[in-house]
């Protein structure tokens, strides 16, 4: 009786450590990939402090920003918010940060915009939805829509 105590001891302390031993700490866990969906600039400032907040959790998260219509108009140059403040330097801190903007070529073409419009550094696709689509089909992100 005594060595078959001593072996399920011992094997339910193995059993304990092959588990704490196999936790995964968030420093160790892979990046979440999201996907934000803008349609409406009114909701741009709420992304961006969400995005904020998110990285500040867990920085290693890769996060695109996708915009189509009225979402498009905090990135276009020199645009601000309904009380005068630019986003600009909202979105070149994320950008540090390696957050992908992008802009619906479509939006653009049926407001007669010109690409130059946009902000530098943001990428320009053929098709927002299109683009939110791809994302979280072909690249597994989540999404997002504040």
Known sequence: MLNMSKMLAAASMVAVL???GCATTEQDAPPIKTVYHINDSATAMAAMNNIKNQ????????IIVVTHGKGIDFLLQDATDKDGNPYQPRID???AK???FRVCNNTLKSRNLDPSAVVKGAKIVPSGVAEVAKVQAREGYTYIKP
């Open 55 to 62: 990285l500040a959790a867990s920085p290693k998260d890769q």
């Open 93 to 95: 801190d994320l950008m």
């Open 18 to 20: 092959g588990l704490t």
């Open 98 to 100: 390696k957050v992908d």
